[in-house]
């Protein structure tokens, strides 16, 4: 879930002056940069924020956005100010830019089953070149073929509807060409960006990929922006004996304590679920900077197919939530519910720790309390006496949730056709996770869930200052103090398009600052560190933003 808009916004801990620039086609689309100041201290917790703003123009943004651009484009700054000079490189979100087919009433009903749309910032001295473009894979090329006619018939995250009367399109033709398309031609990869090469320093050969929650991915040129190839399966790792089903769109570098160099490359670890002879397994897999990939460890699966959107892992352990919720494998409620809404549920949450060098798994438990999530946040090991032999306590952090609504709900996250209904129906969708720490003592493998019930604000798609961190830029004996995420009903308001970002600081429990604008709506944060600063918060987000009043 990496990117869902079509613009940018940029906040600055240490930029002098407030900027802006704008892609060149659509003015409400543009970067903003703003001073540290400009952050505004959190009210309260359980002070209600006052309703000063009329948040327009929120269908506009999640309304299809066909416009490409190509080739790189200067982006006008229109405020004054400066970009950071440590702010460098190319900055790619991905999201969906297109949900409707009006000739033949398709339409799709999740926000996560549009077509894949990249949008492409290149930063180099306070300079910015964008790009816009559609994934240029199976999938869109039979949308094309079709004259933008109509979509190929697949299982998608939610159903498609027929627009006119907002009822799913089924039929055993559809289901059996679903079917097929699913396994053959399906390449769409909205989700998350992710450099299998991160030591490689950008260069005309760099080449990164477009991920989504099953094994296919797409190649990209980070240099143009084209699209190299795309598949519709990873090649099976090392050990897979069966069919990769599903892999998680939030791979993780790993957390070693060594410098990549030229050579050697950086592991990429990721979960997949496989499909064999004896039933489902989840399968921790490692893959090198080669694109070479190995089973680490493999666990069976005895009561259904899991569904994971991430997981976490720290220098020497891999943790596995697996949410009590399983894949309803019936093509007919697949159709008409999508995948997402045709889970089953279980009774119980399963939580397995495996040990990276010797794949050991280390602790495999069951536990009656339901932890639901889509984003794992960090994952620290916590010497539990260190004069002693106390052990270690491996200690997961997420966003969770304590129902499944979010995920499987009428009002799940993000449901496409309940946002476009109007504020009254947007007002029923879920107001998100909330942070939840998962501590596994392996010494006498005991399980604490930790949910943080002070903070209030809802909150999706959190990153820190590691999220993306590999070898000595990690940390290891501790949480991140400082989360950052967007969210909708902000800061107490009873208005889902009243949506902000939040810096949450979790040694006080609160949100300790936020941005927010009236009509500006705002996507996951990316954090850049100063690489001159002492602080763990000395940096700037770079965020994607939609300016509804402008």
Aim: with cysteine; proline share 5%; net charge negative.
């Amino acid at each position: 879930m990496r990117g869902l808009l079509q613009s940018s916004i940029v906040l600055a801990a240490s930029c002098s002056v407030a900027t802006a620039f704008a892609p060149p086609h659509q003015s409400r689309r543009r970067v903003f940069v703003l001073r540290q100041h400009t952050w505004t201290q959190a009210p309260g917790e359980q002070e209600q924020a006052q309703e000063t703003t009329t948040n327009v123009n929120f269908e506009e943004w999640i309304a299809d956005a066909p416009e490409e651009i190509t080739n790189w484009k200067p982006c006008p700054i229109t405020d004054g100010g400066s970009i950071p000079s440590y702010v460098q490189g190319t900055l790619v979100r991905n999201g969906c830019g297109i949900w409707t087919a009006p000739n033949n009433n398709d339409e799709f009903s999740h926000i996560f089953d549009g077509f894949a749309k990249i949008h492409s910032y290149k930063i180099n001295n306070s300079q910015v070149e964008c790009q816009s473009r559609f994934l240029q894979g199976a999938w869109y090329k039979a949308f094309l073929e079709r004259g933008k006619q109509s979509f190929p018939a697949g299982i998608g995250t939610g159903p498609v509807l027929d627009s006119t009367n907002q009822q799913p399109k089924l039929g055993l033709v559809r289901t059996i060409q679903a079917l097929i398309n699913s396994a053959t031609i399906f390449d769409n990869t909205p989700v998350n960006i992710w450099d299998y090469q991160p030591h490689v320093k950008e260069s005309k050969r760099k080449t990164i990929a477009a991920l989504t929650d099953a094994p296919p991915r797409t190649k990209i040129d980070l240099n143009t922006m084209d699209t190299m190839c795309s598949s519709t399966m990873n090649p099976l790792a090392s050990g897979a004996k069966g069919y990769e089903l599903l892999e998680t769109a939030h791979p993780m570098y790993s957390q070693a304590k060594m410098a990549a160099v030229d050579g050697e490359g950086v592991d990429t670890y990721n979960v997949a679920v496989e499909l064999g002879l004896q039933g489902p397994s989840i399968n921790l897999v490692r893959e090198t900077s080669q694109g070479d990939r190995s089973v680490i460890a493999s666990i069976s699966s005895t009561d259904g197919i899991p569904y994971t959107h991430s997981f976490g892992l720290s220098s020497n352990y891999a943790v596995i939530v697996l949410q009590p919720l399983r894949l309803d494998p019936s093509p007919d409620r697949l159709m008409e519910l999508g995948f997402l809404r045709a889970m089953s549920h279980v009774d119980q949450t399963r939580i397995v720790v495996v040990e990276l060098t010797s794949g050991d798994v280390v602790l495999d438990k069951l536990i009656d309390e339901k932890v639901y999530f889509y984003h794992s946040i960090s994952q620290a090991e916590i010497v539990n006496n260190p004069e002693g032999e106390g052990g270690v306590t491996v200690s997961l952090r997420l966003c969770a949730y304590k129902t499944p609504d979010q995920i499987t709900g009428e009002h799940q996250f993000m449901r496409l056709e309940q946002a476009k209904k109007g504020r009254a129906w947007r007002n029923k969708l879920n107001r998100g996770g909330k942070f939840c720490d998962i501590n596994c003592n392996l010494l006498d493998q005991s399980i604490e869930v930790d949910w943080k019930d002070e903070i209030e604000q809802g909150y999706e798609l959190p990153v820190t200052r590691y999220s993306r961190a590999f070898g000595s830029d990690c940390i290891s004996g501790k949480h991140p103090r400082y989360v950052y995420a967007f969210g909708a009903f902000a800061l107490g308001s009873n208005d889902y398009d009243n949506w902000g970002l939040f810096k949450f600081d979790l040694e006080e429990n609160k949100v300790s600052s936020s941005y927010q604008q009236d009509s500006v709506y705002l996507s996951e944060p990316i954090f850049v560190p100063n690489p001159e600063g002492e602080l763990e918060d000395d940096g700037v987000l770079l965020s994607q933003a939609y300016f509804g009043k402008d």
